[in-house]
């Protein structure tokens, strides 16, 4: 219940306009994205690889309405992309289409995807296509495949929530596509999607399977201790070596997991978002964890910075 509340209010602009003006919300905020600025991400980026651990730089925006806005984006993440060249940063980006411009037409996001994964693979770098609501997910299928085709520094995202996903894992794994395997952030119809979380799970740890039998270089992005506890019990098994697969997590969150992980051998992966358009992933932040959204107005009604 909460969770539809919380993913319904993350489309509200009077509640975007109300909590990103106010410097409470934005402090808070920074638990979960440590900047507006490139700067600030890149300053983050270098004390995870200091910790042992790579990056994943996210460009905050969804859903722009203007071929403007999605040129800036691109212009954005290919400026991003030579920033961590420059700078020596472990780490690649993961962007939105919605954000390239994908509801302006497939053509024109096609190519400005192109001009991104290009930039990449010149910088032996890589892009991670993010997966976005149902609405959007035959579309970005489609999109990373074109960009597969041309370049292999190009891969997407498979939601274990969705009941499409292992058909749809199949087709990528045909094509060699790396992936990244979540449970699936946004609010979906039984129609199409597991309504009940011991499912989700259940096919989470199926498609991981799947995944690291592949023998291609996937990752699991997850904070949750049974899905990490399944795929490193199926690795050992299998002998499959920790540097074939690797964990991801979001900056700010379960970082004593992070840490653990990263003594015990396995690679992780920091997913680091930054920018002014913060309002829908801290959102779908608060939405995943009630203890989050006690957190945000214990804060909020304090008027304090956040204690943690
Ligand atoms: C690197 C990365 C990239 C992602 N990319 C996408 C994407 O492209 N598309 C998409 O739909 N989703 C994406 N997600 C989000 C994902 O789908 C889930 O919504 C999110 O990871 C929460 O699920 P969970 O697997 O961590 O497990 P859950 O069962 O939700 O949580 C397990 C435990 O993890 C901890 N935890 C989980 N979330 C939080 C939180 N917000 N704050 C504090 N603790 C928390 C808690 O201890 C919780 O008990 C991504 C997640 C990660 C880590």
Request: with cysteine; proline share 3%.
């Amino acid at each position: 219940m909460l969770r539809t509340l919380l993913l319904e209010l993350a489309k509200s602009s009077r509640l975007r306009r109300w909590i990103t003006s106010n410097s409470a919300t934005r402090r808070m905020a920074h638990r979960f994205v440590p900047g507006e600025d490139l700067a600030p991400a890149i300053e983050a980026a270098r004390a995870c690889n200091k910790a042992g651990m790579s990056v994943s730089l996210d460009h905050l925006g969804e859903n722009v309405i203007t071929r403007e806005d999605a040129e800036r984006a691109r212009t954005e993440y290919t400026q991003a992309l030579d920033r961590i060249a420059a700078e020596g940063v472990d780490g690649n980006v993961s962007l939105k289409l919605t954000h390239l411009g994908l509801d302006l037409g497939e053509e024109f996001c096609a190519e400005q995807l192109r001009m991104v994964t290009r930039r990449a693979q010149e910088l032996g770098n890589f892009v991670r296509v993010d997966m976005e609501s149902s609405a959007y997910t035959d579309g970005t299928l489609r999109m990373v495949k074109l960009a597969r085709a041309e370049s292999p520094a190009v891969g997407t995202v498979i939601q274990a929530y969705l009941y499409r996903s292992e058909e749809d894992i199949r087709e990528l794994l045909g094509i060699g596509c790396r992936i990244r395997l979540v449970k699936g952030a946004y609010k979906e119809p039984s129609r199409i999607a597991f309504p009940a979380k011991r499912d989700v799970d259940a096919n989470f740890i199926r498609l991981m399977k799947t995944l690291l039998q592949s023998g291609i270089y996937h990752a699991l992005a997850t904070h949750d201790p049974k899905m990490i506890e399944a795929a490193t019990r199926f690795a050992t098994e299998q002998k499959i070596s920790q540097d074939n697969f690797e964990f991801q997590m979001l900056y700010g969150i379960r970082t004593d997991l992070q840490s653990s992980l990263v003594r015990q051998g396995y690679r992780v992966r920091v997913y680091i978002p930054f920018g002014q358009d913060w309002f829908p992933y801290f959102m779908r932040r608060l939405a995943e964890r009630p203890a989050n959204l006690m957190f945000f107005a214990r804060n909020f009604f304090r008027g304090g910075a956040p204690s943690a």
